[in-house]
């Protein structure tokens, strides 16, 4: 219950597939997201590992794959998935209170950008020891490849 009033109050909820079977045993990832958004948020997203990553919003579903990457360390990739999913927020001028309007009308194409970015941010991580997030330019680098 104290998760759900956490989601229930933001704007932007993200969680991974592995967070959502350990809070709701057996039930789909997609429809606890779904479960989710109704709540009040304007987009969650879902982390999926080597699958990807899932968007749900009101408009529907976005997914990304993963960004081939040899996986050297796991530690830090979903901060890594966050913090490249308020990069690409910023860049699009959906975060703050001028934002927040823009962000509960997310289309989905700025949404697949969004999760480009994230997921290049989390493959950077993960393919070296340490919670080392991309600075710009790997960010650049690893957005190109995909």
């Given at each position: 219950?104290?998760?759900?009033?956490?989601?229930?109050?933001?704007?932007?909820?993200?969680?991974?597939?592995?967070?959502?079977e350990?809070?709701?045993?057996?039930q789909?990832?997609?429809?606890?997201?779904?479960?989710?958004?109704?709540?009040?948020?304007?987009?969650?997203?879902?982390?999926?590992?080597?699958?990807?990553?899932?968007?749900?919003?009101?408009g529907?579903?976005?997914?990304v794959?993963?960004?081939?990457?040899?996986?050297?360390d796991?530690?830090?990739?979903?901060?890594?998935?966050m913090?490249?999913?308020?990069?690409a927020?910023?860049?699009?001028?959906?975060?703050?209170?001028?934002?927040?309007?823009?962000?509960?009308s997310?289309?989905?194409?700025?949404t697949?950008?969004?999760?480009?970015h994230?997921?290049?941010?989390?493959?950077?991580?993960?393919?070296?020891?340490?919670?080392?997030?991309?600075?710009?330019?790997e960010?650049?680098?690893?957005?190109?490849?995909?």
């Open positions: 219950r104290r998760v759900e009033r956490c989601v229930a109050l933001s704007d932007v909820v993200k969680a991974s597939d592995e967070d959502l350990w809070l709701y045993p057996g789909e990832p997609e429809r606890v997201a779904e479960r989710w958004l109704a709540t009040g948020p304007a987009v969650v997203l879902v982390t999926r590992g080597g699958d990807g990553a899932l968007a749900v919003l009101p529907g579903r976005v997914t794959d993963a960004l081939p990457t040899e996986v050297v796991t530690v830090g990739a979903g901060d890594a998935f913090s490249g999913t308020l990069h927020l910023a860049a699009h001028g959906l975060l703050g209170a001028d934002g927040r309007e823009r962000l509960r997310l289309d989905r194409a700025r697949a950008d969004v999760l480009r994230a997921a290049a941010s989390a493959a950077v991580t993960v393919a070296r020891a340490g919670a080392n997030p991309p600075d710009v330019a960010l650049a680098t690893a957005l190109a490849r995909s």
